[in-house]
């Protein structure tokens, strides 16, 4: 997938090992990087990465540097041998290795989450000890049509439902993901042909966490036309359609910031104000990325959720047309506060700022 979002499929045959001419493709947009952090946890995928990063590295004559990072849960018995398996093949490649362990506790719900997040933190801690630029993971297409199913089923909106894209940022640094094109059983593939091993984490197929269950349903899935191919082209496109919307947003929040005859627009930092008329003239999806933009600028309780986004932009519209709302006075004002932020609205101006500090309780 490419940087836009536009979907590039391969041409080879699914079950082909990965060529070098391939591999110098995949991996031709990080050789500028510093220094790379491999997320390499002993499996298929990130094995593959490890072995088609080291040879494209091999092959330059200077590039980046190279350390392999396996990140040991503390979930399972098998992890440290499979990190000391990691460390030996990484040797071999002439990679830097380093196993680091998630000491904290364990949730007694939410562990999947909890333990992608943990794995994030301790790769970018890592990554920034490196001095790298990039945290490189093996997110493969296979995995690309699995978190589209995921985000569907819970609703998501069409950020979500534009999935994983080919770089990201993330805790300041980028998130590559150079094989987000390329099925699972190529990479299996190529360890094969090359005789490099890997482990096999019964957790993929716990039918306990929803991935797995997901998981287990794509071959009847794909009887029906919605295989992993076509679940990743349209999660490209809708990347597509996601990236113009974003762009007529920003064009929106320009257009509005020039209407200061009316209410104007003030600095980030001192909250945001738009001009109602001009406000509720804009389309749905533009006006709901606009208030989750002020509320995420100036909010102190992490971004806001959609679907109370969706809920306010309702209250909004109501006021704005003139319908006696719960919270509206009868003057047509709105005052509430979300995500952190104190959101007020009146015939004159929608105001978006900082929400108070809330009054400790009195024991």
């Known amino acids: 997938m490419a940087v836009d979002g536009t979907v590039r499929h391969d041409t080879s045959e699914d079950g082909d090992p990965i060529s070098v001419a391939e591999a110098e493709r995949l991996f031709a947009p990080l050789i500028a990087a510093p220094a790379l952090v491999l997320a390499v946890s002993g499996g298929p995928d990130s094995m593959a990465l490890m ?26 018995p098998e992890a ?3 990190a000391r398996m990691v460390k030996v093949i990484a040797r071999q490649l002439g990679v830097a290795h380093r196993t680091l362990r998630w000491m904290d506790e364990k949730p007694a719900t939410g562990l999947p989450e909890a333990a992608r997040l943990a794995r994030y933190r301790l790769l970018a801690r890592a990554a920034r000890q490196a001095g790298a630029s990039h945290i490189v993971t093996a997110h493969t297409r296979d995995d690309q049509a699995e978190t ?6 819970r609703g998501s909106g069409l950020v979500g439902l534009a999935a994983m894209t080919a770089v990201s940022e993330r805790e300041g640094l980028l998130l590559a ?21 890997f482990a096999d984490d019964p957790t993929n197929r716990d ?28 999660a490209g496109r809708l990347g597509r359609a996601n990236a113009a919307i974003e762009l007529m947003v920003e064009g929106a929040e320009m257009y509005l910031a020039l209407r200061k ?23 749905a999806e533009i006006r709901l990325r606009l208030l989750m933009r ?13 679907g109370k986004a969706e809920a306010l932009l309702d209250r909004l519209d109501r006021t704005l047309a003139g319908i006696a709302d719960a919270g509206t006075s009868r003057s047509g004002r709105l005052r509430l506060t979300l995500a952190g932020a104190l959101v007020s609205v009146t015939s004159e101006a929608i ?11 009195e024991r």
């Open 207 to 234: 039918q306990a966490f929803t991935r797995p269950r997901l998981r287990a349903l794509m071959p009847a899935l794909a009887a029906e036309g919605g295989d992993a191919r076509t679940l990743a082209t349209l």
């Open 51 to 76: 072995w088609l990063v080291a040879r494209w590295r091999a092959a330059l004559a200077d590039g980046p540097r190279l350390v392999a990072v396996t990140v040991d849960h503390g979930l399972r």
């Open 261 to 283: 005859s009316g209410a104007g627009s003030a600095q980030p930092d001192h909250g945001q104000t738009f001009e109602p008329r001009a406000f509720v003239a804009l389309p």
């Open 294 to 306: 002020a509320i995420n600028r100036v909010g102190t309780e992490g971004p806001v959720e959609l």
């Open 148 to 153: 589209l199913l995921m985000r569907l089923l």
């Open 80 to 82: 440290g041998r499979e």
């Open 351 to 361: 105001r978006i700022t900082s929400a108070p500090p809330r009054r400790s309780r």
């Open 177 to 197: 993901r150079p094989l987000l094109d390329i099925c699972k059983a190529r990479l299996v593939a190529t360890l094969r042909s090359v005789d490099v091993p």
